[in-house]
């Protein structure tokens, strides 16, 4: 048998040498490609998910290399194959089990996340487009927090309508363009992945579930978290909620919770012929629903092609708070002017 000189590393149950994939989120699946040299370290995303048929993530040191030529010289003995990219799926959710309990996270767990909104980086570029008080009450009142994962991670907890938490989706954002973080992998994980909660059973929520007991505003619904929270700042009149993705909670095991109220879908650019199929499911269990084809009709080839949604038209419009925080920050003067005479800013934004 060849001695291969790159191979996945062998199991240690000393070391515990299996990750988390960056693909599928998966605690304790991933196994990462080694120099059997030593010549070389291959960043962490370099390696394979063993959960074959429910992920598939699979990215090569011949990929790496192929990405990466200046790392030629050690690769005399390793010819790069001009393959296909690695399959890097959207993360699987675990499967739903019918016939088991939902699992909750303790509130003490969401609380602890509630905090150090100044390394959050989707805080900080929700404060310089809405101004820190308004993107302060959105986290709480949406129930986002900080996570250590990669430094300055995002933490969208899902609460249910009876106020239980369901889980709690991590990912990173670019804290100057507030897009998601995707490369060299999507930086996406769960709660109860990263807390290793055996046998936990995953029924999720919508995002911002918790916000319709006790409200019968009527109700948007948006794909993105992100997008809910910067809607329910510019449009309050309605309560933003979010799929979560493609493969969220956007399924007829969750309309029930709809029942009674109305409801108008905000799909992004490019799902609306899908959400049109979504809105007919739920008119059929007699969920009053509209369906919103403005942007659909209106975008134009740029928009198209990036998939935008409502927020991102939104967010062009800076609140007067964010306009009044840039001014005094390149006028500290002009802030004790307003607070000594207590002056108040008109004319710049939504509020």
């Given at each position: 048998m060849d001695n291969f000189r790159f191979i996945l590393e062998p199991y240690n149950r000393h070391q515990r040498n299996r990750?988390?994939?960056?693909?599928?989120?998966?605690?304790?699946?991933?196994?990462r490609y080694i120099d059997t040299q030593g010549a070389i370290s291959f960043p962490e995303y370099v390696g394979k998910c063993n959960r074959i048929n429910n992920c598939g993530y699979h990215y090569t040191p011949a990929m790496y290399f192929d990405e990466h030529p200046e790392c030629?010289?050690?690769?005399?003995?390793?010819?790069?194959?001009?393959?296909?990219?690695?399959?890097?799926?959207?993360?699987?959710?675990?499967?739903?089990?019918?016939?088991?309990?939902?699992s909750f996270i303790p509130?003490?767990?969401?609380?602890?996340?509630?905090?150090?909104?100044e390394q959050n980086n989707l805080f900080l570029y929700l404060v310089n487009h809405l101004g820190y008080e308004s993107a302060l009450h959105l986290m709480k009142t949406y129930?986002?927090?900080?996570?250590?994962?990669?430094?300055?991670?995002?933490?969208?907890w899902q609460t249910d309508i009876s106020g239980k938490i369901r889980t709690g989706k991590i990912m990173q954002y670019n804290a100057e363009t507030g897009k998601r973080i995707k490369e060299p992998y999507a930086h996406v994980s769960w709660v109860h992945t990263e807390l290793d909660i055996p046998?936990?059973?995953?029924?999720?929520?919508?995002?911002?579930e918790h916000l319709l007991y006790n409200s019968r505003k009527p109700v948007a619904i948006v794909e993105s978290e992100k997008t809910a929270i910067i809607a329910s700042f510019y449009i309050p009149e309605y309560i933003w909620l979010a799929t979560g993705g493609k493969n969220g909670c956007f399924n007829e095991q969750n309309f029930d919770v709809l029942?009674?109220?109305?409801?108008?879908?905000?799909?992004?650019?490019?799902?609306?012929?899908?959400?049109?199929?979504?809105?007919?499911?739920?008119?059929?269990?007699?969920?009053?629903?509209?369906?919103?084809?403005?942007?659909?009709?209106?975008?134009?080839?740029?928009?198209?092609?990036?998939?935008?949604?409502?927020?991102?038209?939104?967010?062009?419009?800076?609140?007067?708070?964010?306009?009044?925080?840039?001014?005094?920050?390149?006028?500290?003067?002009?802030?004790?002017?307003?607070?000594?005479f207590d002056l108040e800013l008109s004319g710049f934004g939504t509020q």
């Open positions: 990750y988390t994939c960056p693909s599928c989120g998966k605690h304790r699946e991933f196994t030629k010289e050690y690769n005399k003995s390793f010819p790069i194959v001009k393959d296909k990219k690695p399959v890097v799926c959207h993360p699987r959710l675990p499967p739903v089990r019918r016939h088991t309990d939902t509130d003490e767990i969401m609380q602890q996340t509630m905090k150090c909104y129930h986002v927090g900080t996570a250590r994962k990669w430094k300055n991670a995002t933490v969208f046998e936990f059973h995953l029924q999720q929520c919508y995002f911002g029942k009674g109220r109305n409801i108008v879908l905000f799909p992004d650019i490019g799902m609306t012929q899908e959400w049109k199929e979504k809105c007919i499911q739920m008119r059929k269990r007699n969920i009053r629903t509209e369906i919103s084809e403005y942007l659909e009709v209106n975008a134009n080839d740029v928009e198209r092609v990036n998939g935008y949604d409502i927020a991102d038209y939104l967010i062009k419009v800076k609140s007067g708070e964010a306009v009044l925080q840039s001014m005094t920050r390149k006028n500290p003067a002009l802030k004790l002017l307003i607070e000594t």
